[in-house]
């Protein structure tokens, strides 16, 4: 079982940079595929990154590709996404996510999640 929370949302203006953290319970989230995932009102939850267990391995959506870099610190229990360049399409609710599986973009794929946290981007 693994419980995950987010923190480090919040509103910025486009262009800016704004980190989100996972802070995850358990001994075991060294053995968990992370990914973050972020949904906006009338849209479907959509992958954005992932990252493998050691850190080895990351991977992007397209929309945030070359802006965005996750990162894992196992000894923390704890996962960032870094949003650098920021669009006012980049607002959403952002979860991250645990699969006790490989790399999966699929959020149905997923066992276990967060509350989420606000990430509003301004003109």
């Known amino acids: 079982q693994v419980q995950l929370v987010e923190s480090g949302g919040g509103l910025v203006q486009a262009g800016g940079s704004l980190r989100v953290s996972c802070a995850a319970s358990?001994?075991?989230?060294?053995?968990?595929?992370m990914g973050w995932f972020r949904q906006a009102p009338g849209n479907e939850r959509e992958f954005v990154s992932g990252i493998s267990w050691n850190g080895g391995s990351t991977y992007y959506a397209d929309s945030v590709k070359g802006r965005f870099t996750i990162s894992r610190d196992n000894a923390k229990n704890t996962v960032y996404l870094q949003m650098n360049s920021l669009k006012l399409e980049d607002t959403a609710i952002y979860y991250c996510?645990?699969?006790?599986?490989?790399?999966?973009?699929?959020?149905?794929?997923?066992?276990?999640w967060g509350q989420g946290t606000q990430v509003t981007v301004s003109s």
């Open positions: 996510a645990a699969n006790e599986g490989a790399y999966v973009r699929s959020y149905l794929a997923y066992d276990y």
């Open positions: 358990g001994r075991t989230f060294s053995r968990y595929f």
